[in-house]
């Protein structure tokens, strides 16, 4: 190996870093650079340096295939190598208790009996840590993952878990890839995550300079180099490394090539006969080529395959690895031209040639089938690659990596067509099981295309199997916001299944319906079905479909006033999801069980519940679902409610980066709100116009849509605009048994008629009937401040009722209506005369609104203790610098003290996402983008007793 030059920085800076590792300061660092730059020679010398320091040091490589790649490929290629190193024995050592898991991906190599499922990515990633907790608690360990710019999902979720989730594990996972990243690529997609790029080192591995190129062909050559001929490499290879390597290599006396491409195609012409066969065997085979099939396929006897491969070697075109008795190219650009060079016919027999060989190992190991399907298809083999299209994607569909499956299902069924033997039975259920990868992809109008081709598929079937495949196209069209055409959908999957026994699906479609009448605001209805729903699961032995009957009734009990039965069946329905591991009904239980909390009055604990759910879908890798986003919604909504609008603001704000247009629209609507206390009117008035003409009939949605339009207006100087908006939106939701959203509507409506000195009757009847028929706090709030808005339009309301307004609203925990009940309070003591209490009124109004941000609210407080000439409010002595707040000082100090986000999060009693969001704001109030320079600064301004 030639010496190494340069790179003394980059060296070091990984040296350092895995002396913090040493001391329980994990490290996620990502290498990029250019092809050829010197990546895998950087990694190569940084792991030799630490093996030397005394750490374990496991490494994996990503494959490139056309068709969809391996699933947790680079792991894989790690685990085999720690049996490689350590002995099967000691791996097992090495590995703890973890290995019971994490060995049946290797289940091939070790001889393990491979578990029938892998589960789900949470515990995958669960297993991996638990590995490197096991192994750093013996030695250091550095985990490097190279070429990731081809890794599949789940490796890409799983780099992003072991970098967000806090630890104090002694492990450095250091990741490689190829600069120039497309637009779109998921990688990208990655590293441009604010919180992930917060959470990793980067380094970017530049060219050669002129300087470092002259000393590196000095020592490929023993020699120094004529100035000349030095800058005709720097010229041409523009320091790259490998190129001018290769330049190098051409020899003294040869014509310096004109191109990088003519040089590598010269390289490879030098070689003989059967060099160049094995060299074509190799570049087709892919990244890596083991001996044994190298011999078989390359057609060469024993002896001849030794010359070859010597020649191979010494040439520099292929590199070996003893450890895993294999073949690789020196660079992946010599590959590539190699593989160019093949002539496509030669090119079909070979990929071929090598998936009957892959073929015989699919038994014993099934993660070679992305591989083989890769190779079949290559070899346009129709029905061998569509076999094994439909094995990847299953394959990957039991580790969870959802995008790897629905890119495997999609190559079977581009295929299908070439195929005349293809059944449609087999056509039906690949279709299914590809529109359900496609939907936990995040792909959802793929989903519903995939489903409407399955029924049509099975159109002259089994009615019970027509059923089950319309229930599933009813729920992904409901998904994907296709409300009318998913009730349609669910419709007939009813009708097919009436006059069939009770099954699964039946109980499915019930459940679904029952949904839809929640939608429409009829919960009588709805929990009648929920009911009939439960009672067919039963009937069928259907444990999951139990559960998700529960969902349904536990939201109709509760928006119908009976909280806690509504929250026992929210908290069976997730135990039973759970359970089975159930998904769909999983995600919906917390979804579903947060809305209830908070309509009980828990609206903290619904906040909690959101997260579990938001950090349950990332440790499943479904951040991408639709479920995900109402999840990150509602958590929005409710941080919102709590005066957590920060919080609230750096969600909603990812939700809308990362999901379609189509699924926002009550992610949109809650920016909205967000935006209209806020200030930023322009900003809300847009996000208005992208969603008001939406198709939809919901009241959830309705309510709050008018409302904001009418807070609009009324900023906007139209209170009579803001009043008929208030009205158009009680009339449109007048069939909902919801009371609380008629209230809501209401009490803004009179809010807006007081401030005008309107009456409104019709308003003041509508709030007090519905007040009649409410029966939880927030109603009785609300139709209370609904009274003292209608006594105000008369100058006739008093101190005392507003004080009742803003006790109610104080107990709830809500402190924007807090704020404005409390400025509404500071105005009728000022007309009463109490100057103290309506001055003590007013400053903390002033404060609630100030902390939230809430312009508008604060400009107008300001207005009304000027018009009262109250005395200005005194600046707390024990106001906290930099405008911390006092849990932002408790978290900085919770992390001065060594704990990490999820300990200080147990600690706290909060998520470790919101101890994320914490931290984050207080980095920005105090300047500064890291740990060390926060902890410094805190400590400096005396935060850090």
């Not at 995600?587 to 903290?604: K, S």
């Not at 208005?688 to 709050?704: K, N, T």
Request: charged content about 25%.
């Amino acid at each position: 190996m030639a010496q190494f030059i340069g790179r003394d920085t980059e060296l070091a800076a990984l040296t350092g870093l895995l002396g913090q590792v040493a001391e329980h300061r994990p490290a996620v660092v990502v290498l990029d650079g250019e092809a050829g730059v010197g990546k895998t020679r950087l990694v190569a010398e940084f792991s030799a340096a630490a093996r030397a320091a005394g750490a374990v040091v496991l490494s994996g490589g990503c494959l490139e295939l056309a068709g969809g790649a391996i699933p947790y490929g680079p792991l894989i290629e790690a685990l085999r190598r720690l049996v490689r190193q350590h002995g099967e024995e000691e791996a097992r050592r090495l590995a703890g208790p973890a290995w019971a898991e994490l060995s049946g991906l290797i289940a091939d190599f070790t001889g393990t009996p491979a578990a029938p499922t892998l589960g789900a990515q949470t515990r995958v990633f669960g297993a991996v840590s638990r590995l490197l907790d096991h192994i750093g608690e013996q030695q250091p360990l550095v985990l490097v993952f190279e070429d990731v710019h081809w890794a599949d999902t789940a490796t890409l979720d799983l780099i992003a878990y072991l970098a967000l989730t806090g630890t104090d594990q002694r492990m450095m996972l250091l990741c490689s890839y190829r600069s120039g990243l497309r637009l779109g690529h998921p990688l990208r997609a990655r590293l441009a995550e604010p919180e992930f790029t917060r959470r990793t080192h980067r380094i970017s591995l530049a060219p050669f300079t002129t300087r470092e190129l002259r000393a590196f062909v000095a020592a490929l050559t023993g020699a120094d180099v004529s100035p000349e001929r030095a800058d005709r490499y720097f010229a041409l290879s523009e320091g790259n490394p490998y190129f001018t390597e290769q330049l190098v290599a051409a020899g003294p006396g040869s014509r310096v090539p004109d191109s990088i491409g003519d040089l590598m195609h010269g390289r490879l012409a030098q070689l003989g006969p059967d060099a160049a066969t094995v060299v074509r065997v190799a570049a087709v085979a892919g990244r890596r080529v083991g001996d044994a099939l190298l011999a078989r396929v390359a057609g060469l006897d024993e002896a001849a395959l030794d010359a070859a491969l010597t020649e191979c070697l010494a040439q520099g075109v292929l590199v070996e690895d003893r450890e895993e008795e294999s073949y690789s190219f020196q660079h992946a650009l010599l590959r590539e031209t190699a593989y160019e060079a093949v002539r496509p016919r030669e090119r079909r027999r070979l990929h071929g040639v090598l998936a009957e060989a892959l073929a015989e190992e699919v038994d014993g190991n099934p993660h070679v089938l992305p591989e083989l399907a890769h190779h079949w298809i290559a070899a346009d083999r129709v029905p061998e690659a569509r076999w094994a299209a439909v094995g990847a994607g299953d394959l990957a569909v039991r580790v969870r990596a959802f995008p790897e499956a629905e890119a495997q299902y999609r190559s079977a069924l581009d295929l299908w067509d070439r195929e005349p033997r293809a059944d449609d039975a087999t056509k039906v259920r690949v279709l299914t099981a590809a529109a359900d990868a496609a939907r936990w992809a995040g792909h959802l109008r793929q989903a519903v295309t995939w489903a409407e081709e399955a029924v049509a598929c099975a159109e002259n079937t089994d009615p019970a199997l027509l059923g089950e495949l319309y229930e599933r196209l009813g729920s992904y069209r409901w998904e994907a916001g296709f409300d009318d055409d998913a009730v349609a959908a669910y419709r007939a999957a009813r009708r097919l299944l009436d006059d069939a026994p009770p099954s699964a699906a039946g109980s499915r479609a019930s459940a679904a319906l029952s949904t839809v009448d929640i939608k429409r605001g009829d919960y009588t209805g709805a929990l009648a079905l929920a009911r009939a729903a439960e009672d067919e699961a039963r009937a069928a032995g259907a444990t999951a479909e139990v559960g998700r009957a529960k969902n349904s009734s536990g939201l109709a009990l509760t928006l119908l006033g009976k909280h806690t039965e509504g929250v026992a069946d929210l908290r069976e329905a997730l135990r039973v999801a759970t359970e089975v591991d159930h998904l769909e009904d999983m995600l919906r239980a917390y979804g579903n069980l947060g809305v209830c909390l908070e309509r009980a009055g828990q609206v903290a604990e619904a906040v909690e519940v959101f997260q579990q759910g938001l950090e349950k879908s990332r440790e499943l890798g479904l951040l991408g679902a639709r479920q995900a986003g109402l999840l990150a919604n509602n958590a929005c909504a409710t941080l919102f409610l709590l005066g957590r609008w920060a919080e609230a603001g750096v969600l909603i704000t990812e939700v809308l980066r990362y999901y379609p247009a189509r699924e926002t629209t009550f992610q949109r609507l809650t920016k909205a709100e967000i935006d209209l206390a806020t200030g930023r009117l322009d900003d809300a008035e847009q996000l208005l116009e992208s969603v008001r003409d939406q198709p939809s009939s919901q009241p959830r949605f309705l309510s709050p849509l008018y409302r904001c339009l009418a807070e609009l207006a009324a900023h906007r100087g139209d209170p009579e605009a803001a009043l008929d908006t208030v009205r158009h939106g009680v009339k449109a939701i007048a069939d909902a048994e919801d009371h609380l959203l008629v209230l809501q509507l209401c009490a803004f409506g009179l809010r807006v008629a007081a401030d005008s000195g309107t009456r409104a009757p019709d308003l003041v009847e509508w709030a007090r009937t519905a007040g009649r028929g409410a029966d939880d706090a927030e109603s009785a709030v609300l139709a209370a401040q609904s009274d003292a808005e209608h006594h105000r339009a008369d100058d006739a309301d008093t101190a005392a009722e507003w004080t009742a307004v803003a006790h109610a609203w104080r107990t709830l925990d809500r402190p924007y209506p807090l704020a404005y009940a409390l400025s509404r309070l500071a105005s009728a003591a000022a007309r009463d005369g109490d100057r103290a209490g309506a001055a003590g009124a007013a400053a903390e109004a002033a404060e609630i609104a100030e902390r939230l941000g809430a312009a508008p609210l604060l400009d107008a407080v300001t207005r009304l203790a000027k018009a009262h000439r109250l005395a200005r409010r005194a600046e707390p002595k024990d106001k906290l610098p930099f405008h911390l707040t006092a849990r932002e000082v408790e978290v900085l100090r919770e992390l001065a003290g060594g704990f990490t986000n999820r300990q200080i999060g147990t600690r706290l009693s909060i998520t470790k996402e919101t101890v994320g969001t914490h931290l984050s704001n207080a980095y920005r109030k105090l300047g500064v983008d890291n740990k060390v320079a926060a902890l410094a600064k805190a400590r400096d301004a005396g935060l850090l007793r």
